[in-house]
């Protein structure tokens, strides 16, 4: 139940890590891209920050500042760099809303199992899950401004790996260790049932089984499905900014999608 519980947590089929270089990957089938620099959000304006604090900042109405200097852009780029805000704007915070679901939908898995042989041994657990669900969400938002980078993603995963990856071990020994009699007892009382017909308790409990299985792979199919719609949008971002840079050849250090090559 471990693996199983932690997999849906980390997004499902998605993979969406901090990895020891501190860069953010996003893989999914034929959708390979890399997320670079670091970005922030708010409804006034969109702003891009390499690794040498380089910044880049596009107003509401499509105004260009580097590093605090405007920037004289054609009608046409001051356009095209408002669609680009505007994109980032409606689809970078569905990555927070792809990873809190998908934690949420490890609480589902385990509700299932709880309300199935009465566990109370899981509420630790489900608390933990709580805490990471919100720890996911102010990972993203921030001061009121959504932030998404290798920054962001390194200073989470530091955090999941001290804190809550030991206390998700932690809970699920725990929860597996004060279930053992809740189990026996619910077996006894499901072999009582069936009148110690062996037949009869396995058919019960397959059933029990498949119509946990199909309950949380419903939602689960219906979290990959969203993740590898916006894995396209994250191409179709990437396309933006390579527009962007052949127009402007100034913002080429600042795109945050780049493809992957193996």
Excluded: W
Aim: proline share 2%; glycine share 4%.
């Amino acid at each position: 139940m471990k693996t199983t519980l932690l997999s849906i947590a980390m997004l499902s089929s998605v993979s969406a890590y901090a990895h020891a270089d501190h860069q953010f990957s996003i893989t999914h089938d034929d959708c390979q891209l890399q997320f670079q620099n670091d970005v922030k959000i708010t409804p006034e304006e969109v702003s891009i920050t390499q690794a040498n604090n380089q910044h880049m900042l596009i107003t509401a109405d499509g105004n260009l500042l580097i590093n605090g200097q405007t920037i004289t852009v054609t009608p046409e780029q001051q356009q095209a760099l408002s669609v680009y805000a505007d994109t980032l704007r409606a689809e970078l915070p569905k990555v927070a809303e792809v990873a809190t679901d998908a934690v949420t939908l490890a609480g589902v898995a385990l509700d299932e199992v709880a309300a199935t042989f009465n566990l109370q041994s899981l509420d630790e657990l489900s608390v933990v899950l709580e805490e990471l669900n919100e720890e996911v969400h102010n990972t993203f938002y921030q001061e009121g401004s959504f932030v998404m980078g290798e920054q962001t993603m390194e200073s989470f995963g530091e955090h999941f790996s001290h804190e809550f990856e030991s206390r998700i071990e932690s809970a699920v020994k725990s929860a597996m260790f004060e279930s053992i009699g809740t189990l026996l007892i619910s077996l006894g009382s499901e072999m009582k049932n069936a009148n110690g017909d062996i037949n009869t308790f396995e058919q019960r409990m397959e059933q029990m089984g498949e119509n946990i299985e199909q309950h949380v792979t419903a939602h689960a199919d219906q979290l990959e499905a969203r993740a590898d719609a916006l894995c396209q949008q994250f191409t179709h971002i990437a396309q933006q900014e390579t527009r962007l840079s052949l127009s402007m050849p100034t913002l080429s250090g600042y795109a945050l999608m780049h493809k992957n090559q193996h």
